[in-house]
């Protein structure tokens, strides 16, 4: 990582917003932390730099011209596995929720200090190295009636060992299900259970997401098989699960 000062090339970021004084603010800060930093007022430009180049982590304003901010993470998430974090002037929970039900994994509201926005790339950066790590040493994986879900390359399949996408709200939120099976869990302690660093992200979306899965992995979302709803007290997952650790 840039910060830990090893001998691997610099990360490299993808900045997008169409604020010059931002753009120069953020390109500046994040290059003096010792990040590869490439800027662009232009979405449309953004885009082609990204087809070109390999990058590890994309900051993208919501609300830009051409291409706006959602439309771009959704087309960077469709291609690659870069870490996205999204910044907004406009504090509306719904873009909030719907920017990381598309696969961002972290939103930042305008206006913003440069040491906010600092930590929370070194985080996402720092998770995505994780995995990468993890995806070279072994791999975990749960099954599921027919479903199998590999916690090392964040991979669903369902029983036709097709891919199901998944958005990181909704990876996040199967793993705290699939680890505490046959249990009630409260909307607390789904929280409890979230990675610190991702819990405000979910505060006010957890049925949102949930919802979300049931019509991934449900055959009957409204009669559902392993997402069941405990009246008045939350949720619980009913399956047998099996899980296998290769090396």
Same mark, same amino acid.
């Given at each position: ?15 997008? $917003? ?23 007022? $232009? ?154 660093? $991702? ?49």
């Amino acid at each position: 990582m840039a910060d830990e000062q090893n001998l691997t090339s610099p990360d490299k970021i993808l900045v997008i $917003d169409d604020d010059p004084e931002l753009l120069d603010l953020v390109q500046r800060f994040m290059t003096s932390a010792g990040y590869d930093v490439f800027p662009f007022e $232009d979405s449309r430009e953004a885009l082609a730099a990204f087809d070109e180049s390999n990058f590890d982590l994309a900051i993208v304003d919501i609300n830009l011209p051409h291409i706006d901010g959602l439309s771009l993470t959704r087309m960077f998430k469709d291609q690659s596995n870069i870490g996205i974090i999204i910044l907004s002037g406009r504090i509306e929970t719904t873009d909030r929720i719907i920017g990381l039900e598309i696969g961002a994994d972290d939103y930042l509201a305008k206006p913003f200090e440069p040491r906010e926005l600092l930590a929370r790339a070194r985080s996402v950066l720092r998770r995505r190295q994780e995995i990468s790590i993890l995806s070279a040493t072994k791999d975990k994986t749960i099954s599921f009636g027919g479903w199998t879900i590999n916690e090392t390359t964040r991979i669903l399949t369902n029983p036709d060992r097709e891919f199901e996408a998944l958005t990181s709200g909704e990876f996040e939120m199967l793993l705290v299900l699939v680890n505490h099976p046959n249990r009630t869990l409260t909307r607390d302690q789904i929280l409890e259970y979230l990675d610190k660093s $991702d819990r405000p992200n979910f505060d006010r979306s957890i049925d949102t997401i949930l919802g979300r899965l049931r019509r991934k992995i449900e055959v009957d979302p409204k009669n559902p098989q392993f997402i069941k709803t405990v009246r008045g007290v939350g949720y619980i997952f009913t399956a047998e699960m099996r899980s296998r650790i290769t090396k």
